[in-house]
Every structure is written in structure tokens, then in C-alpha cells.
């Protein structure tokens, strides 16, 4: 079942340092979308990406935070000089269309200590 | 800012018992969706109405979408211990949203045996 994956599923870092949360979308899914899951609140969209192409990053930080879907390899949500603020659940979602995502993938947890 | 506002937030029942999940808006929505999350799982995607009055049946579970487009509500018949979980509603705006879905807090469910 080669549904949306995501790396790592835990991922503990540093005040200060960098994160890199990886999605590799359904195959042959060429739509992209990053959620983020923040303690007691719901899934807040954060930007949605088509192959090499950025469309709408309207609820991403404008600082820290980029994300890229390359044309070969998976989508990348980067955060540098992470904060403790930062520690969230982050969702990848896929779909083969400009339409809703069909596929969320198990989410990467940030720690932020 | 279109807000999607779950009720309740956490319901505890027996085995056996109906229980309903609302989710209200004053914003229109062209398609809205419900989700249900395990701990440490992305959301799994149960149902898309997108018709205002619309019905659907997942087996023991029965959806509705407001007639004007701005609520919804998940019907659970007879539940079981198995339906314990995140139930997640999302709405999708009409236009250029292209899956910039906006989530409900959701509603925690505990099915006691």
C-alpha cells in the first residue's frame, strides 16, 4: 500500500537548529499539501505545491519556514532556527489533482527542547 | 477567515448508543469532509459531500450536508468500541482553493464496551 510517507515520524531538535520534514507523495500524485497539527488546535493549511512549482503558501510563517517539491525526489518542508513553538504534528497530503487532497501521510512530530 | 466550528468536543457513550457530531459555519462551502484521526496517524478521509441537502451511508454512519452549504453533521448508529477516535470536518471554499481546506477542532470519541 504505497500511500503518502513521511520522514522521519519523530524528529527532536535543538532551539536554534534546522529541521527537514521529507513527503514523497502517492506515485503519480504531482499535487502536494503541507498541514500543520499544533497542540489542542486543528489542522491549519500551510502551503500547497505542484511539481517545482510553489502555489499557495498563504499560511506559511514567512519567516524560517520554505517548503519545495523538486521535480525528482520528495517535497521538503524546511524550518530553520527552529523555536519550542515549532513543536507540532506536520501532515503531508497528496493528490493526483488541483482538487482536495485525497491522502494525508502519518505526519512527522516535531520536538523542539 | 472562514472558522468551522466542531460539537461536541469530546463524547463518551456506551456501546450500542446513537451518537450525531455537528459542524457549523456561517461561510459557504463548496464541498466539505470528515475525517477520522488514530493517535499518532494522519487523518483518514471518510466522506466528500459536496450537494446541498446531500446524504451519504458509510455502513453505520450517515453524513449530512446542510441544505445552504454551511453545516454538516456524522450520525453514528448502535457505535462501537472500534469508532473510538478523531472525527475531523474540513471545508473547502468555493474558487481557486484548490484543497486549502479549512479543519474543525474536532470531536474526541470514546465508545466504552
Known amino acids: 500500500n504505497a500511500g503518502v510517507m513521511q520522514n522521519p515520524r519523530h524528529l527532536v531538535r535543538r532551539r536554534g537548529q534546522e529541521a527537514r520534514l521529507r513527503c514523497s507523495p502517492v506515485?503519480?500524485?504531482?499535487?502536494v499539501y503541507w498541514y500543520r497539527q499544533l497542540p489542542e488546535e486543528g489542522l491549519k493549511f500551510m502551503v500547497y505545491?505542484?511539481?517545482?512549482?510553489?502555489?499557495?503558501e498563504s499560511g506559511m510563517p514567512k519567516e524560517r519556514f520554505s517548503a519545495e517539491f523538486p521535480k525528482e525526489g520528495p517535497s521538503i518542508l524546511r524550518i530553520q532556527q527552529v523555536v519550542r513553538g515549532d513543536s507540532a504534528a506536520y501532515f503531508c497530503?497528496?493528490?493526483?489533482?488541483?482538487?482536495?487532497?485525497?491522502?494525508f501521510g502519518p505526519g512527522t512530530r516535531l520536538t523542539v527542547l | 477567515t472562514q472558522l468551522l466550528e466542531q460539537s461536541p468536543q469530546f463524547l463518551s457513550i456506551q456501546e450500542g448508543e446513537n451518537l450525531t457530531v455537528y459542524c457549523n459555519s456561517s461561510?459557504?462551502?463548496?464541498?466539505l469532509q470528515w475525517y477520522r484521526q488514530e493517535p499518532g496517524e494522519g487523518p483518514v478521509l471518510l466522506v466528500t459531500?459536496?450537494?446541498?441537502?446531500e446524504v451519504k451511508k458509510l455502513k453505520r454512519l450517515t453524513f449530512q450536508f446542510g441544505d445552504a452549504r454551511k453545516d454538516s453533521s456524522l450520525h453514528i448508529t448502535a457505535a462501537q468500541p472500534g469508532d473510538t477516535g478523531l472525527y475531523l470536518c474540513?471545508?473547502?471554499?468555493?474558487?481557486?482553493?484548490?484543497?486549502?481546506?479549512?479543519f474543525g477542532q474536532g470531536t474526541i470519541l470514546t465508545v466504552h464496551p
Open positions: 497530503a497528496s493528490s493526483p489533482t488541483s482538487d482536495r487532497p485525497s491522502f
Open positions: 474540513a471545508g473547502e471554499a468555493g474558487g481557486t482553493s484548490y484543497g486549502k481546506l479549512t
Open positions: 506515485k503519480g500524485h504531482s499535487h
Open positions: 461561510s459557504v462551502f463548496s464541498s
Open positions: 459531500v459536496v450537494t446541498g441537502g
Open positions: 505545491l505542484q511539481k517545482e512549482n510553489i502555489i499557495d
